[in-house]
């Protein structure tokens, strides 16, 4: 009985504060550095192969070109007033102490450079405002920090400006790419979308059988024949997911739990081999034209299968650049049904079926779980769900809660707004960054333990591809299991009962048997 | 002389002041906003963002989600300079206008808080290693410029106390074109010429947050991108959409 013994008497702990403020140490990440993305992938995606010999000039006409082109940026720039309310806010500044990964201070990394090119004060007084010509030192500094921003938003939250570090750290990667200073990780992978329509290279032969063989497991499971459509014209719902959801543990079954909610509402739908990817990359590294591009495909993909909606899958990011983005970069989408909003993400879907009843649920199935839920921030600070702000923290717990019986809230200065990035995000989510990775995760690690002693929490449902990977990867260093992160919509697969599927008592499946029952639950709810 | 070359300098500040705000406004204005960022949760109309404006000029709302003393500091400065700006619409109304002077009681006790406030700030930029690593020569220098204008200010109530009615018919001399010899307090020499001075850096320091507030798309957007289509020309199209 394992449950017993994850339950027993809960210690008192002490815990360490997620938001705990380090003493600063100046340099600590200076060496943090992605890798270069080679000729290849940066012609790929039409930046220059290497870095130019003129790229300091370069540098400095593209920031005047974005200075001047988006007034965010214009404006964040120049109202910074230094009044450090942003400055315990990073996670990346929590996590490793380090004075540049105070969102402030990683701005001014730009800031002095815009100062010195661009303003009166930097131009002539650059001493008094801290203003500084651009070096190849700055350059370096730039590749390191502007590569330690997870572009969360958080910091946005409580600036009195609401100055976007984000929006800086877009910019900055921008004016590096297009001196041909690139990184590795995001720029391969986007040019990958470009050529194969996802972010792994999958192709349709392989995205084929791997759906396949997802049907069979699912009939093997439940008895039930759920269906993974690919490719079918005229199908009701475009269904656009991260392609992680095609291969990766926990994300697969959470792609079986939107198939599950698809087959018991009796909807049409397909997936694309075309737009195989939800996630959007050319959002990280601030490229208007690449995020377009990417969009482009999505809308093509509904056009040829003349679908009336498009729903998105789990993804932080992704739906940021869906629900945000798509409209503008893509649009208008007047052939689509205009009764369903224009995109839809899967929870809003399965959480309407839930309020209208149409889905059964036996959440005894997910007994063995005691959840909590990380707000993923691309959702939370970038988006909404639903018809109210603030639905995208509402609709997930709402879906979590009618699917599990044991759902625990994060201490309250981590969750919904002022949720703590997962670490990973952002165009960071690489092997040569798993020290940054797993500082970075920190401050949501401690807000873990915290529900684990108080409420005997045993795993943390995620709605994002890249939450879900880092915290599978960087929870055992802190002593969670790696799959004690969970999909949402694994847990609507775990408890749907789906019309003829075959029940507990003829199931010979060893994990659900062990499963107890509710009665002993309660017995153990009050001891 | 002296009434020359004050009367001169508030000229060149004035102008200064508000052709060099309203540039930095006319080019905020005509920058474009290529896509949608408000900070969710957001207004989900136009109404709901004024609200949120409102909440975020007249009680720092995001500031005191963020830190309690800047905030507690930061707001008593900004309310008590905004009285004591009021207040010293009496040197420029004749006759004073009626709800000025029915503030005159609180502003009286401004000069005290907005120096404090100042001076809170300004402890924080010194002890506390965060703020203290942001923080460039400008940044002190501005708080310095300001207590230096609140503590001259004072000492003129409180110390040193000035002929009044002789700086009331300088400031409408200014206003008429009908200059008035200007009292030659040091005192008085020292608050107008550091208020000239921060008028004139208004517009190329880090003021423009004043304005810069109004123009941030993280806090001035409605979350409505699903429901009105936003659809400025894209900055840079797609190389296949060309
Ligand atoms: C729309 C009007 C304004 C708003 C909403 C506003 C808001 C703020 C906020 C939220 C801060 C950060 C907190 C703090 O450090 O106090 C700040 C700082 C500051 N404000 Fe304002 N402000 C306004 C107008 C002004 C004006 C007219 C002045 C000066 C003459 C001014 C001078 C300053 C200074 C010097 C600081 C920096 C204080 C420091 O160094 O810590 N503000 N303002
Ligand atoms: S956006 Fe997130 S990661 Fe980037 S500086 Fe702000 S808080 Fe840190
Ligand atoms: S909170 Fe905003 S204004 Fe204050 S230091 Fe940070 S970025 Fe600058
Ligand atoms: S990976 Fe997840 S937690 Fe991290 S930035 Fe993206 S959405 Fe946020």
Redesign the pocket.
């Known amino acids: 009985m394992v449950e017993l013994k994850i339950r027993a008497p809960v210690q008192p702990k002490e815990h360490p504060d997620p938001s705990e403020i380090p003493t600063l140490e100046p340099g600590a990440m200076a060496d943090s550095k992605p890798y270069s993305a080679s000729e290849e992938h940066q012609t790929a995606i039409g930046f220059p192969g290497e870095l130019v010999d003129d790229w300091k000039e370069r540098a400095i006409a593209k920031l005047g070109e974005l200075v001047s082109t988006s007034r965010g940026l214009r404006v964040y720039l120049d109202t910074c007033?230094?009044?450090?309310?942003c400055t315990d806010k990073c996670h990346y500044f929590l996590g490793t102490a380090d004075p540049n990964n105070m969102p402030v201070a990683r701005q001014d990394l730009l800031r002095k450079v815009y100062r010195r090119y661009f303003t009166f004060a930097g131009k002539y007084f650059p001493w008094l405002v801290g203003a500084e010509d651009l070096t190849e030192e700055v350059l370096d500094e730039w590749y390191s920090y502007f590569h330690q921003c997870s572009q969360c938003r958080r910091c946005s939250v409580y600036c009195?400006?609401g100055i976007d570090t984000a929006e800086v750290s877009m910019a900055a990667r921008e004016i590096m790419d297009s001196i041909g200073k690139g990184q590795k990780y995001c720029n391969e992978i986007i040019g990958k979308v470009h050529k194969y329509g996802n972010n792994l290279g999958l192709q349709e032969k392989a995205h084929r059988a791997t759906l396949e063989d997802l049907e069979e497991d699912i009939e093997d499971e439940t008895g039930v024949t759920v269906r993974l459509p690919l490719d079918e014209k005229g199908a009701d719902i475009l269904l656009v997911t991260p392609s992680a959801d095609f291969f990766a543990e926990p994300h697969i079954d959470g792609l079986i739990g939107y198939a599950k909610v698809f087959h018991q509402a009796g909807a049409s739908w397909t997936m694309s081999s075309y737009a195989s990817e939800a996630a959007n990359f050319g959002m990280f590294i601030g490229s208007h034209e690449n995020m377009h591009e990417l969009a482009l495909r999505i809308r093509k993909a509904a056009e040829d299968l003349q679908v009336k909606r498009i729903i998105f899958g789990e993804c932080g990011h992704a739906w940021r650049a869906a629900y945000n983005f798509l409209n503008t970069l893509a649009g208008p989408f007047d052939f689509l049904d205009q009764n369903y909003p224009i995109p839809q993400h899967i929870c809003e879907y399965t959480y309407d079926l839930i309020e209208k009843g149409e889905l059964t649920f036996d959440k005894s199935q997910n007994d063995h779980i005691r959840l909590t839920f990380h707000d993923s921030c691309n959702v939370s600070r970038a988006s909404r769900m639903g018809d109210e702000p603030g639905g995208q923290f509402d609709i997930p717990r709402a879906i979590l809660r009618a699917t599990c019986n044991h759902f625990y809230d994060m201490p309250a200065d981590t969750i919904r707004e002022a949720t703590f990035c997962c670490g990973g995000g952002g165009g960071l989510l690489t092997d040569e960054l798993m020290d940054l990775r797993k500082k970075g995760a920190q401050p949501r690690m401690r807000a873990l333990q915290d529900v684990a002693d108080e409420h005997g929490v045993t795993h943390m449902a995620a709605i994002c591809a890249i939450c879900k990977t880092q915290f599978a990867k960087v929870m055992p260093d802190y002593g969670f299991d790696m799959d004690s992160v969970v999909s949402v919509h694994q847990m609507v697969s775990n408890a749907i009962v789906l019309d003829g599927q075959i029940t507990d008592d003829d199931d010979d499946d060893e994990e659900k048997a062990e499963a107890p029952g509710n009665g002993m639950d309660a017995a153990e709810e009050q001891a | 002389m002296l009434t020359t070359v004050y009367a001169l300098l508030f000229y060149v500040a004035a102008v200064v002041l508000v052709g060099g705000v309203a540039y930095r406004v006319w080019q905020y204005a005509k920058t474009p906003v290529p896509l949608k960022i408000p900070t969710t949760p957001a207004p989900l109309t136009r109404g709901g963002v004024v609200m949120r404006l409102v909440r975020?000029?007249v009680l720092?709302e995001s500031?005191f989600k963020a830190n309690k003393w800047?905030?507690l500091?930061?707001?008593v400065?900004?309310a008590a300079?905004l009285l004591v700006l009021i207040r010293h619409l009496r040197y420029f109304t004749e006759p004073v206008w009626g709800w000025v002077a029915a503030m005159q009681p609180f502003g009286f006790y401004a000069g005290f808080a907005m120096v404090a406030?100042?001076l809170g700030?300004?402890a924080?930029?010194i002890f506390v290693p965060r703020v203290r690593y942001i923080s460039a020569p400008s940044?002190h220098l501005?708080?310095a410029l300001?207590v230096g204008i609140g503590v001259s200010g004072l000492a003129m109530s409180y110390v040193a106390r000035t002929d009044i009615v002789a700086v009331k018919a300088f400031c409408l001399g200014l206003i008429y074109f009908d200059w008035q010899p200007m009292p030659a307090d040091p005192v008085l020499l020292v608050h107008l010429g550091l208020v000239a001075l921060?008028m004139i850096i208004?517009p190329v320091s880090?003021?423009l947050?004043?304005?810069g507030?109004?123009f941030a798309p993280s806090r001035n957007q409605a979350d409505d991108p699903r429901e009105r289509r936003y659809a400025p020309p894209l900055r840079t199209p797609a190389r296949s959409a060309r």
Do not use: N, Q, S
């Open positions: 007033v230094k009044c450090g309310a009195p400006y | 975020e000029v720092f500031l800047t905030w500091f930061g707001w400065f900004h300079l406030g100042l700030l300004w924080r930029r940044d501005m708080l300001l921060l208004f880090k003021l947050h004043a304005p507030l109004f």
